[in-house]
């Protein structure tokens, strides 16, 4: 063997024929293969439709005759911040080792396929050699997705055919029983037919659009305030108070209008003017679902004081207090990048 650990990076959304064989290929040149899961901590949306736990059976399942040399661990995204993500990819692959008993200098190695820009990251780490491993022929993850969720659709045999083609057998079937027997599946088919329908909406327009929300980041005596959507795209997950920015108002008094509609927060505008701390941009080119997306979020701090009371409205099905303990650890709970807006505002790396 050539290493005694080859690190395999990704979200295996879902786990295909294209992961299988870079796994296998792994196998043949290391001891054992460590698996990092992307997107952990985050919710289920129609781009990760499946938790690390789902991710992880998928591989063992489809991988059993070596799955005493597959190792796991679950990797979060740090949109704002790629230093704290590499620093996270090193320390899970440090764990790893040291959990399984290597006594010396393990020989680590990084596998993948150097396939396009995205996946610069492979040359992210020089402590350990890069395995550029030929490329399989398969649909793309992001197709199998879409062809899932098309088959929600009154014929979808065609989508569930081509499924079947492109992941292993016990992937397949875990597919196909999510797809027949869990209320996420019936949540997310609503989601993916609310993005394709609102992206086909700006289809004629002469350039890609891109949109400008306002988000309110209001802490209060050690709380943040927090709204429950009402509707697709993430129904029933909790958010900032935010919203597009009309034509005729300026970001702040989009904002403003926003938090004001969302939660019915009685406090006077002087005030809210009066104790803003700051703004930032967020502008990851992924962080929305429905097309590029440029947010302002808007720091409002109270030290001090009582509560004062909120109630939802308007695209807002509940208004609410959480500590802040308790909303930095809702990352499953949490609407797009907003545990990330969260993170940078309140200062947790």
Known sequence: ???????????????????????????????????????????????????????????????????????????????????????????????????????????????????????????????????????????????LRRYLFEAADEDGNGAMRLLQANVPAPVFEMLDAFRRNTPAYTQLVEEYRFIRDYRAGWSDAPYPPTFVTADAVVVHSGHVLLVRRRAAPGKGLWALPGGFVQQEESILDSCLRELREETRLKLPLPVLRGSLRGRHVFDHPERSLRGRTITHAFHFDFPSGELPRVRGGDDAEKARWFPVAEALDMGPRLFEDHLHILEFVLGRS
């Open 1 to 143: 063997m050539d290493y005694d650990y080859l690190v395999f990076i990704g979200r295996f959304e879902p786990f295909h024929n294209g992961h299988a064989a870079v796994a296998r290929a792994a196998l043949g040149r290391a001891r054992k293969l460590i698996f990092l899961v992307g997107c952990a901590d985050a919710p289920r949306t129609i781009r990760n439709p499946w938790t690390v736990a789902e991710r992880e059976i998928m591989a063992r399942a489809a991988l059993e005759d070596v799955a005493d040399r597959l190792l796991f661990r679950p990797l979060r995204d740090h949109l704002y911040n790629e230093a704290h993500w590499l620093a996270d990819v090193q320390r899970a692959v440090a764990e790893v080792v040291q959990a399984d008993g290597v006594v010396g200098d393990a020989r680590i190695g990084l596998i993948g396929q150097d396939k396009d820009a995205s996946s610069y990251y492979l040359r992210e780490f020089p402590q350990w050699p890069l395995q550029d491993v030929q490329r399989t022929e398969t649909l793309s993850a992001t197709e």
